[in-house]
């Protein structure tokens, strides 16, 4: 994974709280149990302080996790941790929802709230 | 953009508070970066203080963005402020939920409340 | 409209607070600008004190704004103010949603609680 | 209406606070001014203090209402009323919602809480 | 059942409240009154402590009920409490939605949370 | 069951072939083993010669099911012969769509079509 | 009804079959038999021959039908009958569809094809 | 499995081909290479010639699935064997839907037809 | 509107006939008479000859509907003329279905098939 | 791509024509322009003649897609090509739906029969 790839610009509204969701369908990457492909749905949401997520650079970083072997839990606290380093915001979570696997599906959700 | 096609009718209850929404999946603007159209819906909820805004002039605002460059955000924030400035309602919110690019999907939702 | 021919009935469990909702899917009343109909679902919630309205009654109620002239916003506040003053409820909701017109749907909801 | 047809049996975790909905689509009763018969689906939301509902004298009991001339209103509170009598829940609810009659659909909602 | 099968492993990310939902709708039991299967979805949400569980051990842990007689209420609570035992989570819920039975739907939940 | 409850009348277009559907799901007999309640849809689809089902009169008949015992299969030929005998249509077909017992969901189609 | 109403336009492609399909799901008539609102859903389908029907007068003609008094078979075929005289159509085909009147649902389909 | 469990009872409109469809979808078997449940809906479609299939009879024939190792494509057609042996249908059809297993879905269906 | 902006490549499996459908939910283009504009999804459906259509240059030669005034039907019949002016198919078909004006939908459907 | 990883298994009722669909959600490969991934489904339906393919080794076949540059129409003739090969089906089809690109969608199907 390569966190240096999120880009970022100036909030334009930095004295509005707002909420920004952006959601990614299309999400993959490998079980490193089986070595097997995982597919998931990544949902972002947060409220920018002075920075907002380029998309582009959001989708590179996404394409990153394509080929790597890395558990649900992990995913999700990583890329909460990744964004709120590049995106520094007042709030920030992320969703992750993941296809069935043995008939069993798994959703993991993580939250970050700057002090204030 | 020009806020002067906004016009109002005068509110008939004032003193109530109740809410109106009105939804308009038929929004388009144009990508700043790649000069390609935008599709979205706006939603537009508030409570009506003296004024309320008028359906058709809302209709022909919104489709002075058909060919302006702007980005997710700033569509979102510009379409808060200038409705505000018309209505002057006691609380509105605008809902902008965008269609895919790129497999990703974008929501931004900016709110307003008037001081009491 | 006529106020007049919304009945009631006599609340047979005053001593607990419960809910009743009504929805209207066939309302329809005359655009005064156009006077092209326009078309909408009525809901009607309430928690009635000592009286009930009557069901039959609501839709004739209901069935006096096929012919007339009246904006979205007047149509809700009209409902509201006729219904609490028949049944005087503890509270009452009145929500109309429209259908489309140029592309663009509308709500409107209103709600009344009695003093206490 | 035979309230005595209901059937209790002893809660197995009486110190947890847990919920119980059961759901019955099937229900029929008959309206007291046509004569014709009502549809409903009613739905029992229930924490359980020492006394558990039993599910197959729960349907016999409801289908003693199949040929009973009963309003809305008094269903759901009637079976709100008996259930609480047998089954001394800490909390239960009765929601009632009926095909439509006229174009025009309602649901009715009673809860009881007991005293702490 | 077997609560020994339940398989944990280490949270990485301790310091952070986050919740993890797993979702079986391909569970299944025996009716203990009839002996006939019965048919349910189980959710499972918790907030991690130090554990979090194995999604390969739930699956065989959940397969040992295939052929036991268990009423609806008991399966949702021996779940909750195996798991609460082998997890030690923050908080923990089951919900079991079951296939209807003579027409009727049942959905039992309930709920933990560690003291604090 | 009283077939002499369907009334008709007079097809105003009877040089046009042209289909009548009727959609009752509120349709509710008696299983004859079991004594309890069945629940269905009825669709009538036919082709009217000299004559049309009238509405009411059809509701009326099929209320005569209501604490009739008939297995399934019966309902559905039983009702296409009796509407066939009244109608006299062109063609005629009887669906029957029954709510699940034991999980299992049943639906049974019988077509008649006249001699030409 | 007004038939005259009915404005047409010439087809710019009359050598070619191609279908248009018009769904107005805001029809509302007048039932002879009670005087009460009925309301339906009319799909218009056909094929051009040299004319081809004007939108804005297809709806002025529908109009005309909402206070007027005429049973759902009058209806579909009277409908036929116009456009079919005013377009003069390779073929046509009319589907109403009719809200639910005690809990049955009507549908009628009325067809015409030129002779070649 | 065992076909004897099968019973029948007899058609009473022999004279008239008629549909009967049985839907299933609470069906198990077990994988025979993994050892873990399968999960599906089992279709059964069928005109009638002097006996028809009697439904808890159905239901038990489709237990004795339960704990038996067999593959998809087997099921179906030795289900349609069974059930063409004890029914002598003039047409007869099975559709077996599955569950996902690694992410891949699969639906088999078979039809048998008697020699006219 | 600019049909040299349609590019093609060289179909890699011409002995075969297979279908191609290019669904773009994103069409606008606007009305001659009111000047406003309308939305619109366009199918296209064909079979390759030796040519396929280049899916980014379908997407530029659709953009440039976007301020030209234009009619449904001529929009739907000009893409097809255009489309198979370019690819040169063994079959093609045009589906463009629009958002509601005045309440009223219209989809329009054209094919052209080569001769053989 | 490698279509030496499927395998098959002998079909055990070749005397009947039987249908097997196959659904792959989770299909992934590489846009051979952009180098971004596209994301598909792809559904394989089939009569086998004596062979039937073995799902785990097809599930691994479509995994050598995943980052592989092909265009959508080659990835569904290849795919048809190689199961063909493979398992020398009395018919076969291939249908590959893909997720938006710049707001359109694509579906490609191709079918095979063998000769009789």
Chains 1, 2, 3, 4, 5, 6, 7, 8, 9, 10 share one sequence.
Do not use: H
């Not at 100036?10 to 097997?36: A, H």
Request: glycine share 4%.
């Amino acid at each position: 994974m390569k966190p240096e790839l999120l880009e970022t610009f100036e909030n334009q509204y930095p004295n509005r709280d707002y909420t920004i969701e952006i959601v990614n369908p299309e999400f993959t990457s490998v079980c490193p149990k089986t070595g097997l492909p995982d597919f998931g749905t990544i949902t972002l949401q947060y409220i920018p302080n002075k920075l907002c997520v380029e998309l582009k650079s959001l989708k590179y970083y996404y394409l990153e996790f394509r080929n790597a072997g890395i558990f649900y839990e992990n995913v999700t606290n990583k890329i909460l941790d990744d964004l709120v380093k590049a995106v520094k915001p007042k709030e920030m979570k992320i969703i992750s929802e993941w296809k069935a696997r043995g008939g069993i599906t798994t959703t993991v959700t993580a939250s970050y709230e700057a002090e204030k």
